[in-house]
């Protein structure tokens, strides 16, 4: 079958650093990426791994490990207009799974 | 601005009506989608279109019918919903769906089935 596990809830400081997990098993796998989606507003894309490691842009990088199935979506120096839900999602042949999204509450 | 723009912004709707929700963009893609967001579940996937052709149906039940007649448009049909079908109905496009490219969401249509 195919599933992804993040967790619905995390709570971090401003200034701080914050990595927001997601595990997932899927068939056809051919990438995963991580959105980002203020209330009321549309998921817009943060990053895309299909290769094994780190990529960094800016205050944000993501991690991927497809042997383990599992990435993680690290934000750096936190601030107030990160407070959102951050979606992860994987890829194959025609077809997208969305994790849950994890909700993220940056306080001052 | 996304380069995703969807009409309705709202709509109630009763059981017995029939409406459409309408999706343009302007971004040159070739893949359209159809997503469901319900408080506390995943976006559920619903409909996909590949240049023009329907490629995903994900067991939608068909009180939902898509239409795209062209690559910049996409429709979704409702009629004779229940209130469970109450939800956020994003669109989405790509540059195309058999390869993984980051796919540009529009607003959404919140809507409400009395």
């Known amino acids: 079958g195919q599933n992804i596990d993040q967790p619905t809830e995390m709570t971090a400081t401003e200034g701080a650093i914050v990595q927001i997990n997601c595990t997932y098993q899927t068939s056809g796998f051919n990438g995963l990426f991580w959105y980002q989606q203020h209330a009321g507003e549309a998921p817009t894309f943060l990053s895309y791994n299909v290769l094994d490691g780190l990529e960094e842009k800016g205050r944000f990088s993501s991690f991927l490990s497809r042997s383990k199935g599992y990435s993680y979506l690290l934000l750096k120096e936190l601030q107030m207009k990160d407070s959102a839900s951050y979606l992860c999602a994987t890829s194959g042949t025609y077809k997208y799974i969305f994790g849950t999204g994890t909700r993220l509450k940056v306080l001052a | 601005e996304t380069g995703v723009t969807q009409t309705p912004r709202h709509l109630v709707m009763g059981m017995t009506n029939k409406k459409s929700l309408k999706c343009e963009q302007h971004l040159g893609h070739n893949a359209m989608y159809w997503y469901k967001q319900s408080a506390k579940k995943p976006l559920e996937l619903m409909f996909v279109y590949n240049f023009k052709e329907q490629t995903e149906n994900n067991s939608v039940p068909s009180r939902f019918s898509p239409e795209c007649p062209n690559s910049s448009h996409l429709f979704l049909h409702l009629h004779t919903l229940q209130p469970e079908d109450s939800a956020l109905y994003l669109c989405?496009?790509?540059?195309?769906?058999?390869?993984?490219?980051?796919?540009?969401f529009g607003p959404g249509t919140r809507l409400t089935v009395t």
């Open positions: 989405a496009s790509s540059q195309e769906s058999r390869v993984s490219y980051e796919q540009y």
